[in-house]
């Protein structure tokens, strides 16, 4: 990727000299003490109207982000998400690539030509058993037991594609050289897709990544961030089975190797660090009570915030598993990686560019009816209702080791080891919530939503333009990228040269309720909005 993206840097330089030195200074980007002129005032002038394009474009924004909601996908089954997003982005010119690396519903949007090459992503899937009806400030699923969008990843790809939407106008008109490439986290609840999509080098020639995902204010940062990383396993193990209670001697229990293996993590807990986080399910526990269980199969997540961390607590795994085999006399059959994620690096010249136009954009005019619904869900859940966020978050810089007391996980992670990135985090949902739950769907197919989510789309259209027109900035990216980021840390990917994605997941689930949630589908063009199409009156915060 190196030579290109240094021609393309040697050009910028070239219209930086004719733009003059006080062209595009930094100074006069924050909106500083120089008056901006030259370049800086057409900098200027385009994020103007690339904000007033994406407020017009709020219907398509909304729809969006409604639409998506009501198909309410989980991880790896987000087929009805990947239609309809890339159908709207066929029609507005792109170019869409299927199928990518091995998952069915990840797709690649491209659009332009010439670098700088950016790229936009945000995650596509739900959450199980969140099915909740928007606006309705307590427990009534819209399909019972059915996913949902218990985290507001119906969201983010509105965010992106309305920005994208609105620069390329922009960049027709202006003749702006430069690529648009727009993507999905897809199964990123099971952190289970980006370090494929990594792989197969889908992001080996881009210069930047915008990265957005669902918040309650408006915020990005730089350097380490908090939380995990973490390797997601599972271990089967085979044992022999027997009649239970006929001749129990004659068989060996893979339940009894996934039970022993929990018990020696449990009791492991206590002497790991105050850092790490682990967790498990029993995926197979055997068939019925009469049957000595022959097979069996236990799934881990292993979390640290360092990557010789997260391999470390891995290994603690595959010891555990190999000790309750041997054992219980049953074999540990296979061990099955089925997500990853490097902890988290974000850009900061990048972030700091994105920013100043946080800053700019500000946050949403929030309605009595957003607040009053707000401050429901908050009651309900036992918090303070203080209701909506009503300023945007400072710029965070790195999270110092000792001070990361471990946390959520997300596999942008591992884009941020290969490609300069940065996550913008975009107010569309109510402060306070649990996360991963139907509370955290409330609000997500609401003006709350809506009005976020173009919130977002202005902030990412500015930082298009900064990227597209600040050619400098690209260069600064990338020497944080190398000298600083990358300079004593190395990406290794925590997938192993055999393991593929593990696409089957959640199928089963998906095909249980799809029929069923499919009549609540949202119809634009039948309804102004999916509130509307339930006959939901808004805000409901009482039965
Ligand atoms: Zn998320």
Redesign the pocket.
């Known amino acids: 990727m190196g030579s290109r993206r240094w021609r393309w840097l040697w050009a910028g330089v070239l219209v930086l000299a004719v733009a003059g030195p006080a062209g595009v200074s930094g100074e006069a980007q924050r909106g500083g003490r120089a008056a901006p002129s030259g370049e800086a005032a057409r900098i200027n002038a385009l994020k103007r109207e690339a904000v007033a394009d994406v407020d017009r474009l709020q219907k398509l924004t909304q729809e969006m982000v409604d639409s998506v909601f009501s198909f309410g996908e989980l991880g790896f089954q987000e087929s009805e998400t990947s239609r309809y997003l890339t159908g709207i982005l066929r029609g507005h010119g792109f170019t869409v690539r299927e199928g990518v690396a091995g998952m069915p519903t990840a797709w690649v949007a491209t659009w332009g030509s010439g670098r700088p090459v950016i790229a936009l992503g945000s995650?596509i899937d739900g959450i199980p058993q969140s099915s909740q009806k928007p606006g309705v400030a307590y427990r009534d699923p819209i399909v019972d037991g059915a996913p949902g969008h218990g985290?507001?990843?119906n969201s983010g790809q509105a965010v992106n594609i309305t920005a994208a939407i609105a620069i390329k106008r922009i960049m027709e008109r202006e003749r702006l050289p430069g690529t648009l490439v727009i993507w999905p986290g897809v199964a990123?609840?099971l952190v289970a897709g980006k370090a494929y999509l990594v792989r197969d080098g889908v992001f080996a020639d881009v210069d930047v990544c915008l990265f957005s995902?669902?918040a309650s204010t408006m915020s990005v940062s730089w350097g380490a961030a908090g939380g995990t990383g973490l390797v997601s396993v599972e271990y089967a193990f085979r044992g022999q089975s027997a009649h239970s209670a006929g001749a129990p001697w004659r068989g060996r229990s893979a339940l009894d190797a996934v039970e022993l293996m929990n018990i020696g993590w449990n009791f492991r807990r206590e002497h790991l660090r105050l850092q790490h986080r682990s967790h498990y399910v029993v995926r197979d526990g055997g068939d019925q009570p009469n049957v000595v269980p022959s097979t069996a199969s236990v799934w881990y997540y292993f979390r640290e915030i360092t990557h010789p961390g997260i391999r470390e607590l891995w290994a603690i795994g595959d010891t555990m598993a190999q000790a309750a085999a041997m054992m219980t006399g049953t074999e540990l059959a296979t061990t099955r990686v089925l997500g990853s994620a490097w902890p988290r690096h974000f850009n900061r010249p990048v972030a700091e560019a994105m920013h100043a136009n946080i800053t700019a954009v500000g946050l949403p005019q929030w309605s009595d009816a957003d607040q009053t619904l707000a401050k429901a869900v908050q009651s309900g859940l036992g918090n303070e209702p203080k209701g909506l966020a009503s300023e945007v978050a400072k710029l965070e810089g790195p999270v110092r080791e000792e001070d990361n007391r471990g946390g959520g996980s997300?596999d942008i992670g591992d884009v941020s080891w290969v490609v300069p990135t940065v996550t913008l985090r975009f107010p569309s949902n109510i402060p306070d919530l649990p996360g991963h739950s139907w509370w955290d769907a409330i609000a997500m197919a609401t003006p709350i939503a809506h009005k976020g989510a173009t919130a977002g789309a202005k902030v990412q259209a500015m930082t298009l333009v900064d990227l597209l027109l600040r050619p400098e900035l690209v260069e600064q990216a990338w020497r944080y990228f190398r000298e600083e980021q990358t300079k004593d840390v190395k990406y290794e990917p925590l997938i192993r040269a055999e393991d593929r994605p593990a696409t089957e997941l959640n199928h089963d689930i998906m095909q249980r309720y799809r029929d069923a949630m499919r009549s609540f589908y949202y119809d634009p063009s039948r309804y102004a909005t999916y509130l509307e199409q339930l006959g939901i009156t808004y805000p409901t915060v009482q039965r």
Do not use: A, F, S, Y
Request: charged fraction near 55%.
């Open positions: 995650d985290e507001g990843h990123e609840e995902h669902v997300d």
